[in-house]
């Protein structure tokens, strides 16, 4: 997961300083540093151009964003060390190789020393070479560590697809070796008609004891993967599953109840994190609060229901807009009291983040909620 807040360092290193004026001072060209720094990656190393997607919408690619996000967090060393770890093991899928990275970093630097004239000098310079090679080493120890335990992408086969409105569909794969996870987690997917576009997914139940993995998508407008998925995807059908992520999952330490909130397809990993209560035979209080905009947009109140029904330490609440007046965060300061339980939030972007401010506002600690990194959701939107 991205560093979400990272907390700022009390005294910033002097690399951390000379990298964030570099930041500040490219912030507003963003745009044309991205579009540069392919240019000169395509140009300067054309065998690279194979592990990108064939149209380039560099807004949708994320590792020169990835790699910028680094760079800003690199005093906030655990933090940034998980998320490097992810992003090397992420990287495999692509076909990203030890010896890739110094191409990169040579033209992240090109693209940053010609934007970045009003402050970049030889210390400036010295500072980046210094943090991007902190950086890919970590991601290229971690994927390096990741071969020896895992392939570096799955194929799956679409065994299930079931169309539940006009525009969300739960699908279900079956991949071809074991594929671990924790519920609560998400992976990245592949379809045949978009090669090396990948959007992320939650894992709409538990692990099964059949293997099979099912994830809920919707398509969005624009969405090509999503629209693929809903749309044009059927059984027999083969997709590639990068590895799982995220941190969203249930501490089996603790016997805290859980409040749960799932907004529109983000309640398919809370559909997972009761599962996994339910099989961890534990007895804690799970409070779900499920979300749509419409009675139509709840495809999947039928199966929540039945899990209330068969487990009587589940309360499922399904809360549809009241034209935009009560939205799903509202919906919890109606009940509650929420201070002893942890929470866990997932849907789109905005939902989460007015999710965070109702459970902070009814007195849920920060450190005990639970959701993945908003800027990846951006993407799994697609
Ligand atoms: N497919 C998946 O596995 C997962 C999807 N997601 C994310 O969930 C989102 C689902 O999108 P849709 O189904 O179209 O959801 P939606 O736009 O229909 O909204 C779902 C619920 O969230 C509430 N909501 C939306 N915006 C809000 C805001 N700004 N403040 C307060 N409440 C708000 C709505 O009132 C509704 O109750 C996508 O952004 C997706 O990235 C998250 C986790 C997993």
């Known amino acids: 997961m991205p560093p979400q807040c990272p907390a700022p360092a009390l005294t910033a290193s002097p690399d951390a300083i000379l990298i964030r004026r570099t930041m500040a001072e490219i912030g507003p ?3 044309k540093v991205t579009s540069y720094f392919y240019a000169l990656l395509f140009v300067r190393h ?4 194979s592990l990108f997607p064939a149209a380039m919408d560099t807004q949708r690619d994320r590792l020169l964003r990835a790699l910028l996000t680094a760079a800003e967090h690199i005093d906030n060393t655990p933090v940034l060390v ?3 770890q992810n992003l090397g093991r992420g990287h495999r899928k692509y076909g990203t190789r030890a010896q890739h990275y110094p191409a990169v970093g040579e033209c992240l630097i090109g693209a940053l020393s010609k934007y970045a004239t009003g402050v970049w000098d030889g210390e400036t310079e010295a500072a980046w070479i210094r943090t991007y090679t902190t950086i890919s080493q970590v991601m290229i120890d971690a994927a390096a560590a990741d071969e020896l335990r895992a392939p570096a992408w799955w194929y799956a086969e679409v065994v299930a697809h079931d169309l539940r409105t006009s525009d969300v569909a739960v699908i279900t794969v079956r991949p ?3 594929y671990p996870f924790l519920a609560g987690q998400y992976t990245s997917l592949e379809t045949p008609w978009w090669p090396r576009i990948w959007r992320h997914y939650s894992f709409a139940s538990a692990a099964r004891s059949d293997g099979l993995l099912t994830f809920h998508v919707k398509a969005v407008p624009a969405g090509w993967v999503s629209n693929a998925l809903v749309h044009r995807a059927r059984p027999g059908d083969i997709v590639r599953l990068g590895p799982p992520i995220g941190s969203m999952t249930v501490d089996h330490t603790s016997d805290s109840s859980l409040l749960c909130l799932g907004g529109g397809t983000g309640i398919a990993p809370i559909k997972a994190l009761v599962e996994d209560v339910a099989e961890h035979g534990e007895r804690r ?5 499920y979300g ?3 009675n139509q947009d709840l495809y999947d109140i039928d199966t929540m229901l039945r899990l209330q029904q068969s487990h009587p330490w589940l309360a499922v609440r399904p809360v549809v807009d009241r034209h935009g007046l009560l939205q799903l965060p509202d919906a919890i300061r109606e009940y509650g009291p929420w201070a002893e339980y942890d ?22 600690p920060s450190e005990r909620i639970r959701h ?3 800027e990846e959701l951006v993407v799994i939107g697609d």
């Open 29 to 31: 060209v963003a745009d």
């Open 46 to 49: 054309p065998e690279l151009r």
């Open 82 to 84: 998980d998320y490097l």
């Open 176 to 178: 071809d070796q074991p």
């Open 285 to 289: 209080t799970v409070e779900v609060f």
């Open 292 to 294: 749509a905009r419409s």
């Open 343 to 364: 929470a866990y939030v997932s849907g789109p972007p905005g939902m989460i983040r007015s999710g965070v401010d109702a459970l902070r506002g009814v007195g849920v």
């Open 372 to 374: 993945d990194s908003v």
